[in-house]
């Protein structure tokens, strides 16, 4: 039985996209999970599925019996119409028990449509953030919340929410078992006084992030006392919000005592280096952080060195993003002395920053002999093409890096560097090279792809902001005329429009199929009916 579709990032040829989708459906009688988020990637195409087609889609879901778990995110959802066709299958469907519509823009109306649909008990998993969902939304949500004890989990952010909201946001808090995750304004925790409290003694909250606002010495307060007082909030994020000075000793003061919090998000605050000083011995104290977010915070090489006593000690820090932060080859000098003791950093991002081909070789001595980092992100700096000469061996010698990102402007010859380290290491399985304006810098990756021998999963940005993913090798040996699958219990295939074929002998090995940019059309139905086929990804597939 298949587990999982991904429709992720789908192109739309003809608008027509949920024909598509609903054929996917139909034809997989085992599917548990669709994904569909972002339908339509090219700027050319269709951006929502209008309500014919998901009148289709709707049948098709309220047919199948397997689907437990329904994504359609990134603005897919569009006007009411479409939202009432998908609502009527929802609406006759019992084994979907999670639904995404994430980023839709759905707005208070869209709530009205899903008010019947939240009180339904087999519905157990929600998530509605980026809704633009205001205090009457939030209120109607509030309310079906409170009839459904079945609701496990619950995202929502509303930004936008008045006093109304905030009364009716409190009241859930206080009354629900639902775990629930919030994104607001920050200049909310000021305006009412019940959500300040339900925000205190909730059992319930387990995120909170607070966006677009000042933190004032009187907000932070509110924030320390709820990290003191509140036992079960796991994720905070502060970022994006502009920290006066004297709070930084407050928020410090909060997070040593603290021993829930396992995630924290100070991102774009402006900490700088006197903001970090504050923050440093609540650091080297606090045993439960695992994930720190710093990115934006003008640190400097000044800031790394403050950090570094902190990964001295600290050994429960599992990641740390470090980007765009001014960080430059003696920094990175510094960074890399501590690494040499730290045993648990597993994931490191210094990406954006101002490091050269110095501060590369400093990092590539540490990290030959490093058995713990697994995710490296360290694009857009200042090292040219020895610098990535110098990551590439790095890259080879390591076995415990996975993931790599090094988006730069080191053109065609820096990639043929990268391309080697494709080549000969024996751990990387995903790969992050930026920009890739020419079909040189393509092909030199495609290349590598046929030479490697592990799974290859290569991101790179194409025509203006738009993403794709292009997974380039997943096999044992490869042939002048193709890959050949003989022991490979992966697929993952890249032709547009070649037919795919597979050998007789590995049908009954195959457990994963990665189909990246084909058309529709030419995936055989023998692809489908795989019998040890576990996973199915359709990215990129031309509906």
């Known amino acids: ?24 459906i139909d034809a997989l009688e085992g599917l548990r999970s669709l994904n569909a988020f972002t339908n339509s990637l090219h700027f050319k195409f269709p951006k929502e599925i209008g309500p014919n087609q998901m009148a289709l889609l709707s049948g098709a879901v309220n ?25 009527e299958g929802l609406r006759s469907n019992f084994t979907i028990s999670s639904v995404d519509l994430k980023g839709n823009k759905i707005g208070d109306e ?30 109607l949500i509030c309310d079906a919340l409170r009839t459904n004890p079945s609701i496990t989990l619950m995202r929502l952010g509303a930004t936008k929410i008045k006093e109304e909201g905030l009364t009716s946001l409190a009241e859930l808090l206080r009354c629900t078992s639902t775990r629930t995750s919030l994104k607001l304004n920050t200049n909310a925790l000021l305006s009412n006084e019940a959500f300040i409290a339900a925000l205190h003694t909730t059992s319930s909250l387990t995120s909170l992030k607070l966006v677009k606002g000042d933190i004032s010495e009187e907000a932070m307060e509110i924030i320390a006392k709820v990290i003191r007082g509140n036992t079960t909030i796991t994720s905070l994020a502060l970022e994006g919000n502009q920290i006066q000075r004297g709070c930084i000793q407050q928020l410090a003061k909060a997070l ?51 950090f570094a006593g902190v990964l001295r000690v600290n050994s429960v820090i599992t990641s740390l993003n470090l980007k765009g932060n001014n960080i430059e080859d003696e920094g990175i000098k510094i960074l890399a002395e501590v690494l040499q003791g730290n045993s648990s950093l597993t994931s490191l991002n ?17 990290l030959q ?13 200042a090292f040219g093409v020895g610098g990535m000469r110098v990551l590439a061996e790095t890259l080879c010698a390591n076995s415990s890096i996975t993931s790599f990102g090094c988006a730069n402007s080191c053109g065609d010859e820096g990639l043929k560097a ?27 990756l495609q290349q590598a792809g046929k030479r490697s021998y592990s799974v290859v999963s ?86």
């Open 256 to 306: 040593s005592g603290n021993s829930t919090i396992t995630s924290l998000s100070l991102g774009h605050t402006l900490l700088g280096e006197e903001g970090l000083a504050s923050l440093v011995a609540a650091f080297r104290v606090n045993s439960t952080l695992r994930s720190l977010n710093l990115e934006r915070n003008i640190l400097g090489d000044d800031g790394v060195e403050l």
């Open 63 to 87: 047919s199948n019996t397997t689907l437990t778990s329904l994504k359609i995110q990134s603005k897919q959802v569009v006007g009411g119409e479409s939202l009432k066709a998908l609502s």
């Open 1 to 24: 039985m298949l587990p999982s579709a991904l429709l992720h990032s789908t192109y739309v040829l003809d608008g027509k996209s949920a024909d598509g989708v609903a054929f996917v």
């Open 110 to 139: 869209g709530v009205k449509v899903l008010v019947g649909l939240l009180r339904k008990p087999s519905i157990t998993c929600w998530n509605l953030e980026g809704n633009g969902i205001r205090s009457e939304g939030m209120k």
């Open 458 to 543: 290569s991101n790179f940005l194409g025509r203006r902001e738009y993403s794709r993913n292009y997974c380039l090798a997943s096999r044992k040996s490869a042939t002048p005329d193709g890959w050949n699958f003989e022991e490979g219990e992966f697929i993952q295939w890249t032709t547009t429009y070649q037919p795919l074929k597979i050998p007789a002998s590995i049908v009954y090995k195959i457990q994963k199929v990665i189909l990246q940019g084909c058309h529709l059309k030419n995936i055989p139905a023998s692809v489908i009916a795989l019998p040890s086929l576990l996973t199915l990804d359709l990215g990129f597939v031309a509906l």
């Open 350 to 366: 210094l990406g954006v920053n101002n490091i050269g081909d110095e501060g590369v070789q400093f990092l590539s001595k540490v």
């Open 418 to 444: 990268v391309a080697d380290a494709l080549t000969f290491s024996s751990s990387l399985t995903r790969l992050k090279v930026g920009r890739l304006w020419e079909e040189s810098g393509k092909k030199i």
């Open 369 to 381: 002999g490093n058995s713990t980092i697994s995710t490296l992100n360290i694009g857009v700096n």
